[in-house]
């Protein structure tokens, strides 16, 4: 028996076209967690739970010196510094400390080397049986804390040199406060290196100024004046002003905003 075809209803409905790729959302199994199995979420605050590793390819590992000196730096604007301590920030201008040094340089103290000339010379002026040429003992400066503290006591320093990093600061303290008592004038400079070269040393603390050439009294009076102008004049002036006490960039924008906030306040009071 030959089946009949039966005709299909053409008006029938319409498929509905497949959603896209995107739009498939795979349903993710659900994880099933232990109960046993406690959360410990980490805290990454100072001298909390470790870092985790980070790309270090753009930062700089600054040695400890350095790190000090900014931390030091930091804390001395921070902190509210005494103005015994702060009178150490405030030193001589370029020019005047450029002139001065000049001036030093012509009586700087004779190397060990020259020492050691001088005295091998007078040895063999000795051995040969000649008579000695005694030469006058030379116009230099005093060095360290002990020789110019001497120096400015029996009033013989006509000025004194301290440097204003000197570590630690109670070695070279007291002496603006003694050079005004006893009526010598008195600077500070920028740098203990710089004096340091000017004896032969690393480092030096102060030096002073005893006796002059009679060439040098005209350029050694011209610094004193303006050396009496800016430091021994102004000393109550100094002795009154505290240094830091500056609050840093966040500190300083939080109080901003507080500011702003209370001023707010105040105006819609003021409206209603």
């Given at each position: 028996?030959?089946?009949?075809k ?10 509905i ?6 739009a ?8 099933v967690?232990?109960?046993?199995i ?8 100072i001298?909390?739970?470790i870092q ?10 600054w ?9 030091k730096?930091?804390?001395?604007t921070r902190?509210k ?17 450029v ?7 012509k009586?700087?103290p004779?190397?060990?080397l020259?020492?050691?000339?001088r ?25 360290g804390t ?6 400015i ?12 990093d ?14 005004r008592?006893m009526?010598?004038p ?5 740098g ?7 004896v032969h040393?690393k480092t ?5 100024l ?19 102008t800016?430091?021994?004049d102004?000393?109550?002036?100094i ?5 830091g006490?500056?609050?840093?960039v ?11 906030a209370?001023a707010?306040?105040?105006?819609q009071?003021?409206?209603?």
């Amino acid at each position: 028996m030959v089946q009949k075809k039966v005709a299909k209803n053409k008006k029938g409905k319409k498929k509905i076209a497949a959603a896209p790729v995107i739009a498939q959302r795979k349903e993710e199994p659900k994880k099933v967690e232990n109960p046993l199995i406690e959360k410990r979420s980490k805290n990454f605050g100072i001298g909390q739970d470790i870092q985790p590793k980070r790309d270090l390819y753009r930062f700089v590992r600054w040695p400890k010196c350095v790190r000090l000196q900014r931390q030091k730096a930091v804390l001395q604007t921070r902190l509210k510094v005494p103005p015994p301590i702060n009178q150490f920030s405030q030193t001589l201008d370029k020019q005047t400390a450029v002139n001065l040094f000049k001036l030093l340089d012509k009586y700087r103290p004779e190397t060990k080397l020259a020492k050691k000339q001088r005295l091998k010379e007078r040895a063999e002026q000795r051995a040969k049986g000649e008579e000695e040429k005694v030469k006058k003992r030379p116009n230099v400066i005093k060095q360290g804390t002990n020789s110019v503290t001497t120096a400015i006591e029996q009033k013989k320093a006509s000025l004194v040199i301290i440097a204003h990093d000197v570590d630690p600061i109670e070695l070279v303290i007291f002496l603006p406060t003694l050079c005004r008592k006893m009526g010598v004038p008195y600077c500070i400079i920028k740098g203990k290196s710089r004096l340091g070269r000017l004896v032969h040393r690393k480092t030096c603390s102060c030096v002073a100024l005893t006796t002059t050439n009679s060439e040098d009294k005209n350029q050694l009076n011209k610094l004193l004046e303006a050396i009496k102008t800016n430091f021994n004049d102004r000393f109550e002036e100094i002795r009154r002003h505290w240094g830091g006490g500056l609050v840093g960039v966040k500190s300083a924008a939080k109080i901003a905003k507080l500011e702003k906030a209370k001023a707010r306040e105040a105006a819609q009071k003021v409206a209603v």
